[in-house]
């Protein structure tokens, strides 16, 4: 069983918080992280900066530029990250975009992706049938979970077959929109209620829109957990005290 796998057998609402490696500081990755795992964090999503984020609203968007004029580059994370399993236990899940990871050769980034101890993917911009043509059987050897996203205008045909090649857990989007944007989940209810009647393979984690405990509880009463992404961004970027203001925030979701 994998680490992501395993995160889901206790039965408790999992919360997967996305961070941007190399934000606020360059050298800010790991602190967050432990940070992250310290207070009550399930799974760790972290976010490679990329110049055209497509799925990112404003304030990611922001703190992925804020962690390139840092200097932060796919190689300097790997090296960040290198001795990442001595101190972090929980799994650990890259997001980013497909252009600079084959920039760095997609074999050769999986390969230390698995090296430092990373335990899937999320690359919104990979089509399924690249995926299923060129990349499964690299990422397959790697060991490494490729999860893939849906949304509510997702058809049900494609929704199981989605599922049916992700690993790890399947990322359902709430809304169309980018994430941060403002939305009522009571909007998206029925949408997350179809997907738990579907009995996928995958547990569902439920994204976009989510920052508080009583978002946090409405979008996982049809789901297997929820995702946390802008909230904490915010909470970060003016707060020198990452430990601090990481378990303020994370005590406004879980307590």
Same mark, same amino acid.
């Given at each position: ?22 934000? =606020?500081? &360059? ?8 940070? *992250?795992? #310290?207070? /009550?964090? +399930?799974? %760790?999503? $972290? ?79 990979? =089509?399924? &049938? ?8 690299? *990422?397959? #050897?790697? /060991?490494? +979970?490729? %999860?893939? $996203? ?106």
């Amino acid at each position: 069983m994998s680490r992501i796998q395993s995160v889901f057998q206790s039965g408790k609402k999992v919360l997967n918080v996305y961070c941007t490696a190399g934000f =606020p500081e &360059l050298n800010s990755t790991l602190p967050v992280m432990e940070a *992250l795992q #310290e207070n /009550g964090a +399930d799974i %760790i999503e $972290l976010g490679m900066p990329y110049s055209d984020p497509l799925a990112d609203g404003p304030v990611i968007q922001e703190s992925g530029s804020r962690a390139l004029a840092n200097g932060m580059t796919i190689k300097v994370l790997f090296e960040q990250l290198k001795d990442m399993r001595s101190r972090i236990r929980i799994p650990v899940v890259l997001m980013g975009y497909l252009n600079p990871v084959l920039q760095y050769g997609f074999r050769r980034f999986c390969e230390d992706a698995a090296k430092v101890g990373v335990d899937g993917l999320i690359l919104p911009d990979l =089509p399924i &049938l690249e995926f299923e043509r060129e990349y499964r059987a690299i *990422l397959e #050897e790697f /060991g490494l +979970d490729l %999860i893939f $996203l849906v949304t509510p205008e997702t058809s049900e045909e494609r929704i199981r077959r989605i599922d049916s090649l992700s690993s790890g857990f399947l990322y359902a989007v709430s809304s169309s929109s980018t994430t941060g944007s403002d939305k009522s989940f009571a909007d998206v209810d029925a949408y997350l209620a179809r997907l738990s009647a579907m009995k996928l393979k995958n547990p569902i984690l439920v994204g976009f829109g989510i920052r508080d405990r009583e978002s946090f509880q409405t979008a996982t009463k049809h789901t297997s957990g929820a995702i946390i992404g802008t909230a904490y961004i915010r909470a970060l970027e003016n707060n020198s005290d990452i430990a601090a203001a990481t378990k303020l925030f994370l005590q406004g979701i879980l307590e």
